[in-house]
């Protein structure tokens, strides 16, 4: 347990302990299911931890120039690259990281196939698909909603993969079971079965929640080799992101004032969801609160947090504890790894949380800390 004296606020700090965990189940789902999985750096990318992650998984895949940079330059190997449109201006910073690169049209893979066939080193091209079937209820995470940009459906494709296609993407999974994936790759298989066989790898996407509690990992893992069986010569691709850093750390916050209106009693805090916790906002979710009740409890101190930014809906609530909130106290949100860091905005100038990790040893290494100067740059 963290020593919350020793903890600056705020803070994330992840477990160093409670990362390999995670990366050891994602290792040994990728060896005992005969199967390519990597990072996905939209859900964490603080490269500061490559060098634990890379003992585990040593790939990774980027949708932007500066992700794919990231992974040439941190984790030491070249993106499996995936954007919903590229740019002129960043293709060539997109060829020289990557050794895989997924287009979302026929257009864009028209356009740019031709500096992929000039490029001195070999890249391998696919294409973006929508199986039009998603088990994902909120339409902001559901990549196959109707009318969705992203992956092209089988009218859209047409009958036959263009030359130079050598592989198929799709992702419609968000913290979703092998369940899901299992349902979804019968709609694959529906609408781009008689694909399949011909293209080198199949890469479906992010979403695998591997190591949530209950996830059924030996479902997933017979999934994977029977669909292999029917695949024999085709690479299977995973790319989860939360799952490698699924309960791995905290973020630590102070209360700082305490105010009452109508008797809703807010404790104010040091951190802004909007800016340092957003998936709060848009998913919208309750975390757990380390010592509070989820629920309020009736004649128990009960209190909604407050972000300190000056947007009114830059708040969660209601919490119960056992004491009286006090200021000064720690309030530590539990499960603040994934999709955090990543996310997070300067908005009013707010300061930043520090970037932690807590060492096997127990030791606290602090990576990062934000100052004026770094807001300040960022927006001139």
Same mark, same amino acid.
């Given at each position: 347990?963290?020593?919350?004296?020793?903890?600056?606020?705020?803070?994330?700090?992840?477990?160093?302990?409670?990362?390999?965990?995670?990366?050891?189940?994602?290792?040994?789902?990728?060896?005992?299911?005969?199967?390519?999985?990597?990072?996905?750096?939209?859900? =964490?990318?603080?490269?500061?931890?490559?060098?634990?992650?890379?003992?585990?998984?040593?790939?990774?895949?980027?949708?932007?120039?500066?992700?794919?940079?990231?992974?040439?330059?941190?984790?030491?190997?070249?993106?499996?690259?995936?954007? +919903?449109?590229?740019?002129?201006?960043? =293709? +060539?910073?997109? $060829?020289?990281?990557?050794?895989?690169?997924?287009?979302?049209?026929?257009?864009?893979?028209?356009?740019?196939?031709?500096?992929?066939?000039?490029?001195?080193?070999?890249?391998?091209?696919?294409?973006?698909?929508?199986?039009?079937?998603?088990?994902?209820?909120?339409?902001?995470?559901?990549?196959?909603?109707?009318?969705?940009?992203?992956?092209?459906?089988?009218?859209?494709?047409?009958?036959?993969?263009?030359?130079?296609?050598?592989?198929?993407?799709?992702?419609?999974?968000?913290?979703?079971?092998?369940?899901?994936?299992?349902?979804?790759?019968?709609?694959?298989?529906?609408? =781009?079965?008689?694909?399949?066989?011909?293209?080198?790898?199949?890469? $479906?996407?992010?979403?695998?929640?591997?190591?949530?509690?209950?996830?059924?990992?030996?479902?997933?893992?017979?999934?994977?080799?029977?669909?292999?069986?029917?695949?024999?010569?085709?690479?299977?691709?995973?790319? +989860?992101?939360?799952?490698?850093?699924?309960?791995?750390?905290?973020?630590?916050?102070?209360?700082?004032?305490?105010?009452?209106?109508?008797?809703?009693?807010?404790?104010?805090?040091?951190?802004?969801?909007?800016?340092?916790?957003?998936?709060?906002?848009?998913?919208?979710?309750?975390?757990?609160?380390?010592?509070?009740?989820?629920?309020?409890?009736?004649?128990?101190?009960?209190?909604?947090?407050?972000?300190?930014?000056?947007?009114?809906?830059?708040?969660?609530?209601?919490?119960?504890?056992?004491?009286?909130?006090?200021?000064?106290?720690?309030?530590? =949100?539990?499960? $603040?790894?994934?999709?955090?860091?990543?996310?997070?905005?300067?908005?009013?100038?707010?300061?930043?949380?520090?970037?932690?990790?807590?060492?096997?040893?127990?030791?606290?290494?602090?990576?990062?800390?934000?100052?004026?100067?770094?807001?300040?740059?960022?927006?001139?």
């Amino acid at each position: 347990m963290i020593d919350l004296t020793k903890i600056p606020s705020p803070a994330y700090v992840m477990e160093e302990s409670l990362l390999r965990k995670n990366l050891t189940l994602i290792q040994s789902v990728k060896e005992r299911a005969g199967v390519n999985i990597i990072m996905a750096f939209k859900a =964490f990318a603080t490269w500061k931890v490559f060098p634990v992650i890379k003992e585990y998984i040593r790939y990774s895949t980027a949708s932007s120039p500066w992700e794919a940079r990231l992974a040439a330059e941190e984790m030491g190997s070249k993106a499996h690259t995936y954007s +919903p449109a590229y740019t002129e201006k960043d =293709f +060539p910073t997109i $060829m020289a990281c990557s050794s895989h690169i997924t287009f979302n049209s026929l257009t864009q893979f028209e356009h740019f196939y031709p500096a992929v066939l000039n490029h001195p080193e070999k890249i391998s091209c696919g294409l973006r698909i929508n199986p039009e079937y998603s088990e994902v209820e909120t339409d902001l995470y559901n990549p196959a909603a109707p009318g969705s940009r992203l992956g092209m459906t089988r009218e859209a494709l047409g009958k036959d993969l263009p030359e130079g296609v050598e592989g198929l993407h799709f992702h419609t999974l968000c913290e979703s079971s092998s369940y899901a994936l299992e349902n979804t790759l019968k709609h694959v298989e529906a609408k =781009f079965g008689d694909l399949l066989p011909q293209v080198k790898w199949l890469n $479906m996407g992010g979403g695998h929640l591997i190591s949530r509690e209950g996830y059924d990992v030996e479902h997933l893992i017979q999934l994977l080799l029977n669909f292999k069986k029917k695949y024999p010569d085709t690479e299977i691709i995973l790319e +989860p992101g939360a799952a490698f850093v699924w309960q791995t750390g905290v973020l630590v916050s102070s209360v700082v004032d305490i105010v009452e209106n109508k008797g809703i009693k807010t404790a104010i805090l040091d951190i802004s969801f909007t800016c340092h916790a957003p998936d709060c906002l848009e998913m919208p979710y309750k975390p757990v609160v380390r010592g509070a009740y989820r629920e309020p409890v009736p004649g128990k101190p009960t209190y909604r947090f407050g972000g300190n930014s000056c947007l009114s809906g830059d708040y969660l609530g209601d919490w119960s504890f056992d004491n009286v909130l006090k200021i000064g106290d720690k309030i530590v =949100f539990e499960d $603040m790894i994934h999709y955090t860091i990543v996310k997070t905005t300067m908005f009013n100038g707010i300061p930043h949380p520090d970037l932690c990790l807590r060492r096997e040893n127990g030791d606290l290494e602090t990576f990062r800390k934000f100052g004026y100067e770094d807001y300040k740059n960022r927006i001139s």
